[in-house]
């Protein structure tokens, strides 16, 4: 591949073939994609290039050769991913990481997890749905100028909502199974009548389920000011096509996990819990999932290395927890 055809893949934009990075300093990232690619119909990493498909080109030293090497080792099987490097007139290069797809040997797995390329979008549709009609029939209609309103942000989605919760109902109430008030009834009969509604007071519990099911955070529900606000934690800068299914599934030992954790624990102990004796499995496959995800913390945070640092279950892995499949009444 010389520099014109590079121009002409990367004007294609990301896609279920194609996945951009900036710098080799995404490189673990770039391999679980390589990794989907390998499990799937095959694609490019390219590093080196912006969202938008600027070619910006980065320093590629010995130490950075000796990285990529030592990364590609994280492959079981041994994969076969062909690298080509591209001189820019800066002198900089960019990295193109070639992976054919669909082998006898599927599947591959990167530092001890599968990876595939899912068609999804960034939130699932009934789950924006629900709660862009909870804050339309649960609105404060007193606020004078107050509204409803969705922003977009590169790495989240808001939903706002003239007026505070009801009275007795607060943000934490919402990720569990909690009284309906209804602040709108003839509104909210509406909503029932056409079909928008299901069961009152089920909305929050049912969208959460379904982050669940498409394996993304759980939504965020907050009080600011004299509004209500939804948040969907997603990085709105990705295309869905390229959105890879990375995220920790409620499993036996990822629930075995989040129950034990409700008390701090450390990693030992929890390694030993799903009976687990390989220590760079256990950490790359659930504890940093897990972290990632926010459904444990470390209790020192500021000093993750720490003898004394143990882990325990958040909120948000007791919402995973009372409201995994198959556990929702």
Same mark, same amino acid.
Request: hydrophobic share 40%; with cysteine; aromatic share 6%.
């Given at each position: 591949?010389?520099?014109?055809?590079?121009?002409?893949?990367?004007?294609?934009?990301?896609?279920?073939?194609?996945?951009?990075?900036?710098?080799?300093?995404?490189?673990?990232?770039?391999?679980?994609?390589?990794?989907? *690619?390998?499990?799937?119909?095959?694609?490019?990493?390219? *590093?080196?290039?912006? $969202?938008?498909?600027?070619?910006?080109?980065?320093?590629?030293?010995?130490?950075?050769? =000796?990285?990529?090497?030592?990364?590609?080792?994280?492959?079981?099987?041994?994969?076969?991913?062909?690298?080509?490097?591209?001189?820019?007139?800066? =002198?900089?290069?960019?990295?193109?990481?070639?992976?054919?797809?669909?082998?006898?040997?599927?599947?591959?797995? *990167?530092?001890?997890?599968?990876?595939?390329?899912?068609?999804?979008?960034?939130?699932?549709?009934?789950?924006?749905?629900?709660?862009?009609?909870?804050?339309?029939?649960?609105?404060?209609?007193?606020?004078?100028?107050?509204?409803?309103?969705?922003?977009?942000?590169?790495?989240?989605?808001?939903?706002?909502?003239?007026?505070?919760?009801?009275?007795?109902?607060?943000?934490?109430?919402?990720?569990?199974?909690?009284?309906?008030?209804?602040?709108? $009834?003839?509104?909210?009969?509406? *909503?029932?009548?056409?079909?928008?509604?299901?069961?009152?007071?089920?909305?929050?519990?049912?969208?959460?389920?379904?982050?669940?099911?498409?394996?993304?955070?759980?939504?965020?529900?907050?009080?600011?000011?004299?509004?209500?606000?939804?948040?969907?934690?997603?990085?709105?800068?990705?295309? $869905?096509?390229?959105?890879?299914?990375?995220?920790?599934?409620?499993?036996?030992?990822?629930?075995?996990?989040?129950?034990?954790?409700?008390?701090?624990?450390?990693?030992?102990?929890?390694?030993?819990?799903?009976?687990?004796?390989?220590?760079?499995?256990?950490?790359?496959?659930?504890?940093?999932?897990?972290?990632?995800?926010?459904?444990?913390?470390?209790?020192?945070?500021?000093?993750?290395?720490?003898?004394?640092?143990?882990?325990?279950?958040?909120?948000?892995?007791?919402?995973?927890?009372?409201?995994?499949?198959?556990?929702?009444?």
């Amino acid at each position: 591949m010389n520099l014109s055809a590079l121009e002409r893949l990367v004007s294609m934009g990301e896609g279920p073939q194609l996945e951009l990075k900036r710098s080799t300093g995404e490189l673990r990232e770039g391999l679980q994609t390589a990794c989907a *690619f390998l499990n799937g119909d095959g694609g490019n990493v390219v *590093f080196g290039v912006k $969202p938008d498909g600027t070619l910006i080109g980065q320093e590629v030293s010995d130490q950075t050769l =000796r990285d990529i090497s030592q990364a590609l080792d994280g492959f079981e099987p041994p994969a076969r991913i062909a690298i080509k490097r591209i001189q820019l007139e800066s =002198r900089r290069e960019i990295l193109i990481f070639h992976v054919e797809g669909m082998s006898d040997t599927v599947p591959f797995t *990167f530092e001890g997890r599968a990876y595939e390329r899912v068609d999804r979008p960034l939130i699932p549709p009934d789950a924006l749905r629900e709660i862009l009609v909870n804050a339309l029939i649960h609105r404060d209609y007193t606020i004078a100028g107050g509204a409803v309103s969705l922003a977009i942000f590169d790495d989240r989605v808001e939903v706002w909502s003239a007026g505070r919760l009801p009275l007795g109902i607060t943000p934490a109430d919402l990720c569990r199974e909690h009284d309906s008030i209804q602040r709108n $009834p003839i509104i909210a009969e509406v *909503f029932y009548r056409a079909g928008l509604i299901e069961k009152w007071g089920r909305g929050t519990n049912r969208v959460i389920a379904q982050c669940l099911d498409a394996g993304i955070a759980l939504p965020e529900f907050q009080e600011i000011a004299s509004s209500t606000v939804v948040i969907f934690r997603v990085r709105v800068g990705l295309t $869905p096509q390229v959105t890879p299914q990375v995220t920790p599934q409620v499993t036996p030992q990822v629930v075995a996990l989040l129950e034990a954790a409700q008390q701090p624990y450390s990693r030992e102990g929890l390694q030993r819990i799903i009976g687990l004796k390989d220590r760079m499995h256990f950490q790359k496959a659930y504890l940093e999932p897990l972290l990632t995800m926010g459904w444990i913390e470390m209790t020192i945070p500021d000093k993750p290395r720490s003898r004394l640092q143990r882990y325990r279950t958040t909120a948000a892995g007791m919402a995973a927890l009372q409201n995994r499949p198959g556990e929702i009444s």
